[in-house]
């Protein structure tokens, strides 16, 4: 019953457009202070490997070792993709174009600091996320995907029903 409010609703979909343009403002400001103060993972990773001991360690041993073995050695593709990422994900959410790819990006990126040992405002950012993915197109009806969304299906169905190859 909730999810189908969620997903059919006129009334919900105004309710998640304020969620949408609340997330999409966090993840922008977050993303563009990144890109134009500069950026480095490096000390977050250091510190998130370094958090993976003890009796009650914040992160998991198999992050830890994902970290150690492809994040810090790639710590300058993480610098781009971080900010870039998260000001993408706002940009998405905030314009409500490819929504339910913004949101899952951005519930993906709050889990791995989550995994990294950060709570701070990711708990909360994961459930707004989560929302707007079970409310599917209904989260993005007063945005752009309002529009994006039939004609990239209507041009999908196009370009499926041509064939491949021609004799």
Do not use: C
Not at 80 to 93: A, D, H, K, T, Y
Not at 96 to 114: E, K, P
Not at 148 to 158: F, R
Request: hydrophobic share 50%; net charge positive; charged share 10%.
């Amino acid at each position: 019953m909730f999810v189908h409010f969620l997903r059919e609703n006129k009334a919900a979909a105004g309710i998640l457009f304020f969620i949408r343009i609340y997330l999409g403002y966090q993840w922008v400001t977050s993303g563009w202070t990144k890109i134009t103060n500069g950026f480095d993972a490096n000390g977050f990773l250091q510190g998130a490997v370094a958090n993976a001991s003890g009796e009650h360690p914040a992160v998991q041993g198999w992050w830890a070792t994902f970290l150690e073995v492809t994040a810090i050695p790639n710590v300058d593709f993480f610098n781009v993709l971080i900010p870039w990422g998260e000001f993408f994900v706002g940009l998405g959410l905030l314009l409500g174009t490819f929504t339910t790819l913004a949101a899952l990006m951005g519930v993906i990126m709050n889990f791995a600091f989550l995994f990294s040992g950060t709570t701070s405002t990711n708990p909360m950012m994961v459930i707004l996320g989560m929302l707007l993915l079970i409310a599917g197109y209904n989260a993005a009806k007063i945005g752009f995907d309002r529009w994006v969304v039939p004609y990239l299906k209507k041009n999908i169905k196009t370009h499926q029903s041509k064939p491949i190859f021609h004799h």
